[in-house]
Nanobody, 126 residues
Framework: QVQLVESGGGSVQAGGSLRLSCAAS????????MAWFRQTPGKEREGVATIHSAGMTNYANSVKGRSTISRDNTKNTLYLQINSLKSEDTAMYYC????????????????????WGQGTQVTVSS
């Protein structure tokens, strides 16, 4: 069954904002660490931001200062708000989760994450 479902992607002009959502149908154990990754064709998938159930967040330098990762544990949903979008933010965005310690969560190492969504496309035009 589908356990992580992303939404909120789309086409937006540079300078605009988007809010991505990821609905999880997983236990609290398996969503201790929730993260956003992104990938463009021909490039490695990269970590964007992570959030641990204990509250710690971590951001890639490329989005730091203009994005906010958050989670609503009552809805088992992860969010990513990105402002001041740039053309280089164009990518497929993936939600991922896993039962990780805060330290492992902050490392954004793909192989540590057990569950992945199917992705939502973000396209930024200049």
């Amino acid at each position: 069954q589908v356990q992580l479902v992303e939404s909120g992607g789309g086409s937006v002009q540079a300078g605009g904002s988007l809010r991505l959502s990821c609905a999880a149908s997983l236990s609290a154990y398996n969503t201790e660490c929730m993260a956003w990754f992104r990938q463009t064709p021909g490039k490695e998938r990269e970590g964007v931001a992570t959030i641990h159930s204990a509250g710690m967040t971590n951001y890639a330098n490329s989005v730091k200062g203009r994005s906010t990762i958050s989670r609503d544990n009552t809805k088992n949903t992860l969010y990513l708000q990105i402002n001041s979008l740039k053309s280089e933010d164009t990518a497929m965005y993936y939600c991922a989760t896993g039962p990780l310690t805060p330290w492992l969560c902050s490392r954004s190492r793909q192989t540590d994450f057990h569950y992945w969504g199917q992705g939502t496309q973000v396209t930024v035009s200049s």
